[in-house]
Each structure stands twice: as C-alpha cells, then as structure tokens.
Nanobody, 115 residues
Framework: QVQLQESGPGLVNPSQTLSLTCTVSGDSITTDSTYWNWIRQPPGKGLEWIGD???????YYSPSLKSRTSISRDTSKNQFTLRLSSVTPEDTAVYYC???????WGQGTQVTVSS
C-alpha cells in the first residue's frame, strides 16, 4: 500500500516562505522512473501543478511558479519538500503531493496565506 502524507503549517504570513513536506510509505522516492509531484487547488478553482522531483533528484517546475519554487528531498527519510517563497493570499490553496501520473495522492492540506 502506497501512502503519501503532507505536513506543515496551515497558516503562513504574506511575504514569507511556505514549506510543506510529503512523507511516502510503501514505495521509495528513488524507485526507477518515478517522479513525485506537488499540486494545489485554490478555493473555487481547478488543480494547478506546481512541480516535481524525479527519482534521480532532477526537478521540474511550472513556468508560472518557477521563480518562487524549490523542491528538495531527503532519501533517508523518504520525504520530499516544497518551498514556495514570497507568498501572497493568491497562494492560499489545498496543497497535495502525488506520485507519477497522479496515481497516488496525499489527503491534501489547507494552507492559508494571511496576516
């Protein structure tokens, strides 16, 4: 059974950095040909892909968010982490982590950007 779980603060101040960690169980983030995604859904809007980190450690980001996005990993903990800098209320959303092809999802976590 593959499980993904997001963790991190639910409230972030404007201009600060949002940081979320996805912990993976039942699979390895270094499994050949896999990649591990961050996706978000603002209230009343559709899903937006943020970026991913591949099994090799290579990262890919949405062009619209690339300048503010960093994804890293800790293979010893089987975790990968999203950092989104300079956040504004427009970054308020439910944030998800997901496996390749969105085959497995975390439950999602609400992040609100507000002072």
């Amino acid at each position: 059974q593959v499980q993904l779980q997001e963790s991190g603060p639910g409230l972030v101040n404007p201009s600060q950095t949002l940081s979320l960690t996805c912990t993976v169980s039942g699979d390895s983030i270094t499994t050949d040909s896999t990649y591990w995604n961050w996706i978000r859904q603002p209230p009343g809007k559709g899903l937006e892909w943020i970026g991913d980190i591949a099994y090799s450690g290579r990262t890919y980001y949405s062009p619209s968010l690339k300048s503010r996005t960093s994804i890293s990993r800790d293979t010893s903990k089987n975790q990968f982490t999203l950092r989104l800098s300079s956040v504004t209320p427009e970054d308020t959303a439910v944030y998800y982590c997901a496996r390749s092809g969105y085959s497995c999802w975390g439950q999602g976590t609400q992040v609100t950007v507000s002072s």
